[in-house]
Structure formats: structure tokens, C-alpha cells
């Protein structure tokens, strides 16, 4: 929590030099680190994440997927009475109890102050923390709570060791957020980065991979839902590739489109790091993220940089790691926002990972099924599984007048810019439909009737 006292016990230490360190330094104590640090060991996970309703119970045997309780999705949702929200890939509608629990805490903060108020949640932070883990197959001990999972994949990549030269393999469907700073390294320290081919339907094609990696590669990044395509990534397959590989690079699963959506299971998908959004179908606050890191990125690397949540200024030459992955989260965050997060995770075990999936699943195919129908439209939807996100093109009407019209009759849809994947959008925008469990047929037939507008 945002106070000293609630620091998990910390049980490494290695010793740093206290000047600015440079890149090279870096990767030397990197190295050191390496050398001084015992292997963190975690338990495998103990059940599927999309089985559970319980809170907390990592013990529970995985229960059959049940069935979708919509009335409680809709009347737990305020705002679908006046609105019919398509928008859940960009920031979904929070559910009212992770609205109330941000607001509880920022009045708990005004009453008794930030810090003190930090210190009464700290169970239920940490409880939490448990929450978030079950949801993705994970420890607890692996969870660390961001800002968004950008800034997840920021503290990524400033900690994995990067030399002159290292390969870097990244999906086809990547995230412009995930590229950009790949692209930055290549220029700044001379990388190489590498786009997988495409498979014949647009995913990463496992075989592919296994045959890029006899060469020697420092990184694999993989989206497991892009958010300009429908397609979903065989994250697991990627991962058994990527093990196999013999120069062992460091598996990153983006999935911010894929949390609260789809069912995930970080022991089977076998990441170093998996990162995502809380806001998107996790129904979250804005300004959430989680970083699960995996056993062989706890043991072996230090976060970097550290700040004084993660890390202790322990004697005078002296640094020392949470040795969870605590250590790469930054001391100064917003409380509410965490539990809101938190308030999320709970909701989604609650109505069933396994059932939001499946609705929210049947929703984007009828969206899909009747758009094909339309003159005038052409699906971008590649993949053999598909996720919520549906993706088209009017050849009439540029999408961002269609989004404008659109929302003036309160039906929320958005506009992918070209640039969120020039590779696979070429120069022209595209108009993204991601509909969400909560929504009913009618707020799909009334966004339907209104895009045939547009049609000729
Ligand atoms: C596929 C994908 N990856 C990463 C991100 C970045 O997530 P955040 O905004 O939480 O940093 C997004 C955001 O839209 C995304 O769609």
C-alpha cells in the first residue's frame, strides 16, 4: 500500500552503485542481480479463471460456465437505459459497483487522509491482487497493479536487457503502442525488429514461429485480441513455440482487449509478462492496468527502474527487491482507481468469465452476420476464432462522420485510426463495433438500423 509500513517483507538485496548508471552499467548489475538472486518459485495455478464465482478461493475445482444473467448486468449498468454503448474496446461502462467503490474511497480519503485511508484497505488491496490473479490463472505474487498497460509494457522493456542487435519478433496485429517504442529501439540501440508472417487467416502462425526462432531472438511480443481486427491470437500455441525456442527469449502477451472478455490462463499461455488494460472489457476505471510477470522474469530480473515502493534504499550502497512483482509498480497511484480495478475483477467472477465470453461473443457475430448483408459495408474481421471486436468499412461514408451521426442518437461506436496499424489498415481509418455482455439485442438492431443509413 502507499505507506512504508505496509511493505511486503523484501528478501534480496544486491548492491548498486548510487551514480547515474548508464545502459551498459545497467546490464552489468543486471547480471549481478542475476547471479545473487535464489529462483522465486510459484506454485502452478490451481484453477481456470473463467470457472470461479467465489472471491479468493484459489482452491476451488473449476465449476461448469454458467449461464448469462443479463437482467443483472443491465440493471447493474445505469447508464444502458439512455445509451447504447459500442464502445467497450476503447472504455467500457463500469458497472455502478466500481463506480461506488472509487467513490467510497476518495470520500474515505477527504475524511481521514490518503495515506491513512490507504492503510484501512490494505487487506482488501491485497485481496484484490488475489482477485485479478484468479482471473488470469495466476499467483498473487505475480500481480502487479499499473497505471495502464502501457505503462506495463514501459517498465517491461526498460528491465528485460537489450543489446545491439537482439532480435525482436512481434505479431502482425500489434498494438501502434507496442511498436512504437520497438521501432525507438531499433534507432536508439540498434535492434532488430521483426514482424512475424501471417498465418492464412491473419493470426500468428505457430509453425512460422517455431521456424523464425531457430535464429537467435530476445523477444517475443504477441496480441492475444488486436483492437483493429476481430482476430484472436493462439497465445498458448505462441507460447509452447517460444519455449521450445533454445535462446529462450522473453514472451509478452498483450492483453488489454482480451481481459474481462475472454477466458485467460497464464500457466498454459506460459508468459514472462502478460499486460492489460483495466478500463476495456474488464469494465475497470480509466487509468488501471495490471502486468502479471511470470516465474522466470521474477527470479531473474530486477524492474527497472525502481522506485521506492519496489525496491528499498536499505544501507548506504545498498538496494533491495520486493521480491514479488510488486517491484514494478510505483508508489504513487490512485488508491480508488486500484480498487475500482480490483471491484471489476470481483464483478467479472461474479457474473462468469466463461458466460461473458460467450455472450459477448454471440453479439459481435450477429453484428457481424447482418452488417455482411449490408451494400455498401466490407468486414476487416480476419481469424478462425474471433473476439467482440468487429471492424468494417462503409466504401461511402468515412467512419468518422459515421460516429458523429451515430452519437447524436446516443450509440456509442469509434473511429481505429490507420495509424493504430498502418501494416493491416493502410492509410484509411475503419469504424469498430465492440460490444459487450450487457448489451441486449435491441441495442444491436438499433445500431444496425442506423448504419443502414449509410448503405445505398
Ligand atoms: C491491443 C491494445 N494494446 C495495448 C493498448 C494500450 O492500453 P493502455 O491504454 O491501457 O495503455 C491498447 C489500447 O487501446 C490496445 O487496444
Known sequence: MSSDTMRPAIVRSYAATPKLLSRHDRRMSNEFTLS???????????FAADQSGQRFDSTAFPQPPRSLDRHRLRADTPAVGHLVHLNNAGASLPPQQVTERVIAHLRLEEQIGGYEAAERVAEEWENGRKSLAQLIGGQSEGIAIMESSTAALHKVLSTVPLHSGDRILVAGAEYAGTVLPLLQLTRRMGVQLDFLPDGPDGTVDADE?????RTPTRMVFAVHAPSHNGLINDVIAIGAATRAAQHQPW???DACQSLGQLPIDVSQIDCDFLLASGRKYLRGPRGTG????????????DAFPLDVRGGTWARARDVEIDPTAVRFENYERSVAAGLGLM???????Q???GAIAGAVARNAEYLRSHLGGLADWRLLDRGKRRSGIVVVRSTATPPGEIVSSLRRERVNLHVVPATSNPRELGDQPALRISPHAFNNQAD???ALDLLANFSS
Open 36 to 46: 545473487c538472486v535464489a529462483l522465486f518459485i510459484m506454485s502452478p495455478p490451481l
Open 209 to 213: 514461429l517455431s521456424r523464425q526462432l
Open 251 to 253: 514472451y509478452v502477451v
Open 290 to 301: 495490471v502486468l502479471c510477470v511470470g516465474p522466470r522474469a521474477l527470479a531473474e530480473l
Open 343 to 349: 471491484a471489476a475483477a470481483d464483478y467479472a467472477h
Open 351 to 353: 457474473i462468469g468469465i
Open 444 to 446: 444491436l438492431d438499433r
